[in-house]
C-alpha cells in the first residue's frame, strides 16, 4: 500500500492565479486538503492609522484607497456616515446619481470577479470577453466622473457633477450592448459542460457555515442567506424596488451566476433611476458635526461598515473599517478550501469568493 | 539563497489586534472568560491564523447570537462559541469539560460546578 | 562590424517581452489597471507583450505599491529570481513616494528604488491602461538592446 504523506504546500505570495499577495498554506494527504492557513501581511498598509487625527477632506480620498476595485462604495459608506453624524440631507436628484454610479462600480467589479475566475479555471475566451465588456463599463463610469477608478464622485450633501443628458443617453446605448453580451456571456458558462466540470459541487460552503463566519455579499447569498443584501436597508433602492438575488448550491458554480445575475440587476436599477431621475440640485449645504456613527452599506463583495468619530472641526478621531472581504476569505479558506478534494481546486476556490486582500488588510 | 521563508509573524499579528474594534473584542473575550487581556492576545496569536484574527469580531458577534441557544451550562461555558466559532479549545476537550461539569452538577451547587469548568476552559486555551 | 548575432537578439528580444507584476501593498488600483491591459481594447499582446506572473521567466517586472513589512525582504528575492536582461518599471505614485500612504502611523516604508533598482516609472493613481503599455514598450527596448555587447 501506498504511504501518505502529509506535504504543507504553499501557494504564494507570488503565484500566477493571484490577483494581489496572499499567501495559503495547505496541509495536504494525497490530493485532499485538510487544513489551510492563511498568511496575510503583505498588503497591510496600516490606514486606519494615517486617517486617526486628519480632516475629513483628506480622510475622504483615504477612504477610497482602501480598496480600489470597489472605491466607490468606500467613499460612499465614508460619506453617508458623515452626513449621518452631522444630520446633512441629500437632494433627491444626488440620492439617484449616486445608485448610478455606485452600481456602474458593482458591475465592473462583479465582472471583473468573474473575469478572475473564469482566467483561473482556464477558460481564456470567456474571461477576455468579460474583460472587453469591463472596458465599457469603465468608460461610463468616466464619462460621469472624470476618473476610471478612483473617482472620488461624492461629497457631504451632493455628489460633484451632474448626469448630462447625452451623456445618459450615451449610457444608456451602452448598457444596451452590456446586457445583450452579458446574456451571452451567462449563457456560455451557464452551459458549458467543462466549465460545471471545474465548478458545480467544488468549494461547497453550506448555510450553517456561512452564518458562523459571518459571510456577506455574494459568498453568503450564494448559500442561501436571506437579507443579505443592505441595499434592501438602503432608502433610495428600497424605492427603486429592489430584491436580492439568493442561490441555494453554495459552490463556485452559485457565486459566480449570482455575480452574473446582479450584473443585470444593475443594469435594471441604473436605467430606472435614468428614467426617474428627479430634477433639482445635485448639491446641499451642511457643516460636518462631532460625533459617533456606525453605518453599513452593500459594496460589491458585501457589507462595508464605518465606524466613524469626529470632533467639532470635522477630524476624525477614531475609525475602524469593516470590510466585506475580512469574513469572505477567512469563510473561504477554513470552510470551503479544507474539504476540497483536490489541491487543484484550491485556487479557483479562492478566487470564486471573490477576495480582495487589499481591503482584507487595510 | 535560501528556499524556505517564514516570517515571524506575531508582530504584524498584533498589529491586527490594535485596530479598535479588535481591542474591544478582545477585552469581550477576555471578560467573558475571565483572564486578563495580555494572556488571552498570547493565546489567540499562537492559536490562530491572520484571517481568523481580522474576523475575530464578527466571530464574536455572530457567536453572541448563534451559539449554544438552549443548554444553560453550554451556554455559560461557551460550547459551541470557543470550539467552533473562535476556535481556541479542541473540541473533545471541550466535550469533555462539557460532561464532567453536567456531571459535577449533580452533586454539587450549579455555580461551584461552572466555575471549575471555566477554570479548566482557561486551562486549554492557555496550554 | 556588427554583430550579426546580437542584431537578431536585438530584433526578437524587441518582439517578445515576458511581464511579471508584483504588488507590494497597493490599494489595488494600478493592479487592475495592469489587468486592463489584458483586455482585447489595449491587446498587451499584439506588440508581443505577455503577462504572466512567473518571475523565473520574466524580463520586465511591475512594481506596484509602496513597500509593506512583509515585501521588505521578499522583494529582493523576487528580483534575483529574474533572469538578466532584467528591467523593473514602478507603476503608480506608490513605488515612487508611497503616495497617501506615506504619513504618520503608516506602516509601509516607500520608495521601492531603496530596496531594487528602478529603470522607469509610470506616475498616476492609478496611470491608465495606455500609459502603463507605452511605459514598458519604450523602456524595455532600451535596455534588451544590445545587451550582450555592453556587457563588461
Redesign the interface.
Known amino acids: 500500500m501506498k504511504k501518505t504523506v502529509d506535504v504543507s504546500i504553499p501557494l504564494g ?9 496572499v499567501r495559503i498554506k495547505c496541509e495536504t494527504a494525497g490530493e485532499r486538503v485538510l487544513r489551510t ?14 486617517m ?1 487625527g486628519r480632516p475629513w477632506q483628506e480622510v475622504m ?2 477612504a ?6 470597489c ?1 466607490v462604495i468606500h467613499n460612499m459608506v465614508f460619506i453617508e456616515t458623515m452626513e449621518k453624524i452631522s444630520d446633512i440631507a441629500v437632494p433627491p436628484r444626488a440620492a439617484y446619481l449616486r445608485v448610478v454610479v455606485n452600481e456602474l462600480d458593482r458591475m465592473a467589479s462583479h465582472i ?1 470577479a468573474n ?1 478572475s475566475y473564469c482566467y483561473t479555471i482556464e477558460h481564456e475566451t470567456l474571461a ?1 470577453y468579460l ?2 465588456i ?2 465599457t463599463v ?1 468608460d461610463n463610469l468616466e464619462r460621469i466622473t472624470g476618473s ?3 473617482t472620488a464622485y461624492m461629497i457631504p450633501g451632493g455628489v460633484r457633477f451632474d448626469l448630462l443628458p447625452e451623456d445618459a443617453a450615451v449610457m444608456l446605448a451602452d448598457l444596451m450592448k452590456v446586457e445583450e453580451e452579458m446574456k451571452r456571456y451567462t449563457r456560455i458558462f451557464e452551459t458549458g459542460p467543462l466549465i460545471a466540470l471545474r465548478s458545480k459541487g467544488i468549494g461547497y460552503m453550506n448555510r450553517e457555515e456561512a ?4 459571510t456577506v455579499g455574494p459568498t453568503a447569498r450564494a448559500s442561501g442567506v436571506e437579507d443579505s443584501d443592505l441595499r434592501l436597508c438602503h432608502p433610495t433602492y428600497q424605492a427603486l424596488g429592489f430584491t436580492q438575488v439568493t442561490r441555494t448550491e453554495g459552490d463556485n458554480f452559485a457565486r459566480v451566476m449570482v455575480r452574473f445575475q446582479e450584473v443585470f440587476q444593475s443594469i435594471d436599477l441604473i436605467r430606472k433611476c435614468v428614467d426617474t431621475l428627479p430634477e433639482g440640485p445635485i448639491r446641499g449645504g451642511g457643516l460636518c458635526k462631532a460625533g459617533t456613527a456606525s453605518y453599513s452599506g452593500e459594496a460589491p463583495r458585501g457589507e462595508l461598515t464605518y ?1 466613524i468619530t469626529t470632533d467639532d472641526y470635522g477630524r476624525v478621531v ?1 475609525i ?1 473599517i ?1 470590510t466585506p472581504s ?2 469572505n ?2 469563510a473561504c ?2 470552510a470551503m478550501i479544507s474539504e476540497a478534494t483536490s489541491i487543484a481546486d484550491v485556487t479557483s476556490t479562492f478566487i470564486s469568493s471573490d477576495p ?1 486582500i ?1 481591503c ?2 487595510r | 539563497m535560501k528556499y524556505l521563508y517564514e516570517k515571524d509573524l506575531r508582530q504584524m499579528k498584533y498589529n491586527i489586534l490594535t485596530s479598535t474594534r479588535h481591542d474591544e473584542t478582545v477585552r469581550a473575550v477576555a471578560q467573558r472568560l475571565g483572564m486578563s487581556d495580555a494572556k488571552l492576545r498570547r493565546a489567540l496569536i499562537q492559536k490562530l491564523d491572520m484571517s481568523f484574527l481580522e474576523n475575530l469580531e464578527s466571530r464574536w458577534q455572530m457567536g453572541q447570537k448563534h451559539a449554544d441557544n438552549g443548554d444553560p451550562v453550554a451556554e455559560e461555558l461557551g460550547c459551541e462559541l470557543f470550539t467552533r466559532f473562535i476556535p481556541l479549545v479542541d473540541t473533545e476537550a471541550m466535550q469533555t469539560i462539557y460532561s464532567d461539569t453536567t456531571a459535577m452538577a449533580q452533586n454539587t451547587p450549579l455555580d461551584e460546578a461552572i466555575r471549575r469548568g471555566k477554570e479548566r476552559i482557561r486551562e486549554a486555551i492557555l496550554s | 562590424m556588427r554583430n550579426i548575432l546580437q542584431e537578431i537578439k536585438n530584433a526578437v528580444r524587441s518582439r517578445s517581452i515576458h511581464v511579471s507584476y508584483v504588488d507590494v501593498g497597493s490599494c489595488n488600483g494600478c493592479d487592475i489597471e495592469v489587468l486592463a491591459c489584458l483586455a482585447p481594447r489595449y491587446d498587451i499582446e499584439q506588440y508581443g507583450i505577455y503577462v504572466h506572473n512567473n518571475p523565473r521567466e520574466a524580463d520586465v517586472l511591475l512594481v506596484i505599491g509602496s513597500v509593506t513589512p512583509q515585501w521588505v525582504d521578499k522583494l529582493r528575492d523576487i528580483w534575483d529570481k529574474i533572469p538578466e536582461p532584467k528591467v523593473a518599471v514602478a507603476i503608480g505614485n506608490c513605488p515612487i513616494s508611497g503616495c497617501v500612504y506615506a504619513r504618520r502611523g503608516t506602516l509601509t516604508s516607500p520608495p521601492v528604488e531603496k530596496y531594487i533598482p528602478i529603470a522607469a516609472s509610470v506616475p498616476g493613481c492609478p496611470p491608465r491602461p495606455t500609459e502603463i503599455l507605452s511605459a514598458i514598450l519604450s523602456v524595455a527596448p532600451l535596455i534588451f538592446k544590445d545587451y550582450e555587447e555592453r556587457k563588461p
Open positions: 505570495p507570488m503565484h500566477p492565479c493571484w490577483k494581489e499577495p492557513e492563511i498568511e496575510l501581511g503583505y498588503m497591510k498598509k496600516g490606514i486606519e492609522r494615517i486617526r480620498f483615504l477610497e484607497r482602501v480598496c480600489g476595485i472605491s471583473l473575469f477576455m474583460l472587453n469591463r472596458e469603465l476610471r477608478i478612483n452564518i458562523r463566519a459571518h465606524t477614531d475602524t469593516r475580512i469574513m476569505v477567512e479558506a477554513h480582495c487589499a482584507n488588510e
